[in-house]
């Protein structure tokens, strides 16, 4: 399939008598739209697939990378333990820093390059670095591999939600835009079942497969008609970070913007994410194997509820406004992570919490993804959404450390408990959540600002 075999009529404008038209959304769509769709989901789905080889391996490649031995192999005295936890804080806000600074640098590059051109460069960065993870040899290089890996991963979601926003027809735009975020749980599934056959180096090593897609992408894509009209007019202001503080209904948006997204990065990396860390602390088994299988499946069962987490979010927003879902889903993270990081105490509560836990907890992404494009005007769309979604991880990156932090400040008093405590005191930040929600502004079935 080429360029020239999409012949298309001009259907990335927005065409605002189509709100409310009768017939199904997808009635809409050509194959191209289908195309597109496709490639920019396995673009932002092997993105996640990285983030949960990532969760899954960082423990058992410290263990390895501090020169204690192999996980499963060997019983961590406390202080190791401590060590590696500490660790572990330090490579997830590498990753946390360096996807907040691929955002703001690809997002722009997005609007001043192309949405296509950005979502193949953010999968070839993403796709090396995390193969260059599994030949570390030391913690350092390993902190090191994974902010890179970080750049691409930040970059990804701006450059693929743009390009779904501007190509799809109106009606259909947050169904697409909900079901690539979706979709993306997938790439999370596809993570953990790996991670029960793979050791961390060959989990990382199956991170390099998805630089195939940088030669779809160039073969079969073009840019977006909005974006080249866009260029052709005002080649000039496309992509300048500065204008969504200048201009005062930008400016609200990007606040509104990364307010909801501090809020929903903090709640998964800083806490939803720790879940493999909890279930290791449940299973009491003699046989490491058993343990590395119960992680593997209930962080699956985790992204299956991730997935229809989304697309709930999806529905709630189509049908009743971007603010309610918003609301909701800020409230089930927080009930979501009290009631597992409460209440797990046995390998059966794993296998249904953990699914709670992903619908909450990832339901706000797929409000990210539908949202975030529908604030800023074409010039600014790439730019703005990288810098929500991603300016946020500056904000938060440090949560997962904090969490650590906490833990050993609480362990005195509380024990082996104080882990659990100091995940639900992080996860009261989803109430924060719930005061920039009120004050956001509505863009349900409102066309994409000019």
């Not at 001009?10 to 009768?22: F, K, S, Y």
């Not at 939803?272 to 290791?280: A, C, D, H, I, K």
């Not at 907890?361 to 703005?384: A, C, K």
């Amino acid at each position: 399939m080429t360029n020239q075999d999409n012949p298309t009529p001009n259907t990335d404008l927005e065409q605002p008598e189509l709100v409310g038209q009768q017939g199904r959304w997808w009635s809409e769509m050509t194959g191209y739209h289908w195309w597109v769709l496709l490639l920019a989901t396995l673009g932002w789905m092997f993105d996640c697939m990285d983030q949960r080889l990532f969760v899954i391996a960082r423990q058992p490649a410290l263990v390895e990378l501090l020169g204690y031995g192999k996980l499963g192999a060997i019983q961590l005295t406390a202080e190791q333990s401590a060590e590696v936890t500490k660790f572990s804080g330090y490579t997830t806000t590498a990753l946390i820093l360096g996807w907040a600074t691929g955002g703001i640098i690809f997002g722009m590059m997005g609007d001043r390059l192309g949405r296509v051109r950005t979502l193949a460069a953010t999968v070839l960065c993403y796709s090396t670095f995390t193969g260059l993870s599994g030949l570390s040899l030391h913690w350092w290089d390993f902190t090191i591999y994974r902010f890179m890996t970080g750049l691409g991963v930040g970059g990804a979601f701006a450059a693929a939600a743009t390009l779904v926003a501007e190509v799809m027809p109106s009606r259909a735009r947050p169904y697409c835009l909900g079901l690539m975020q979706a979709l993306s749980a997938v790439g999370n599934i596809g993570g953990s079942l790996i991670s029960g056959y793979l050791t961390w180096r060959y989990m990382f090593a199956v991170g390099i497969l998805p630089g195939i897609l940088v030669v779809l992408f160039f073969t079969t894509l073009r840019e977006p008609e909005r974006w080249t009209q866009a260029k052709d007019k005002v080649q000039e202001e496309l992509g300048h970070i500065s204008q969504l503080f200048t201009d005062r209904q930008w400016r609200y948006h990007t606040i509104i913007g990364v307010g909801l997204a501090v809020t929903g990065v903090i709640g998964l990396w800083g806490v939803g994410f720790w879940t493999p860390e909890l279930v290791r602390s449940v299973v009491k088994s003699a046989d490491p194997g058993h343990a590395k299988w119960v992680v593997s499946r209930g962080l699956m069962l985790q992204d299956v509820g991730a997935l229809f987490g989304m697309l709930a979010f999806s529905f709630v927003a189509a049908r009743m406004g971007r603010r309610p879902a918003f609301a909701v889903s800020f409230i089930l993270g927080f009930l979501a992570i009290a009631m597992a990081f409460g209440f797990m105490r046995s390998e059966m509560q794993v296998y249904w919490m953990l699914p709670c836990v992903g619908f909450a907890t990832l339901s706000v992404f797929g409000g990210y993804s539908i949202y975030f494009p529908e604030l800023y005007p074409t010039r600014l769309r790439s730019t703005g959404t990288g810098f929500c979604y991603n300016v946020a991880r500056y904000l938060a990156a440090f949560s997962p450390m904090a969490l650590g932090a906490l833990a050993g400040l609480l362990t005195s008093s509380y024990g082996q408990n104080a882990f659990r405590l100091a995940a639900v005191l992080v996860a009261l930040s989803y109430f924060g959540g719930l005061v920039f929600t009120y004050f956001a502004p509505e863009t349900k079935d409102k066309p994409l600002p000019e």
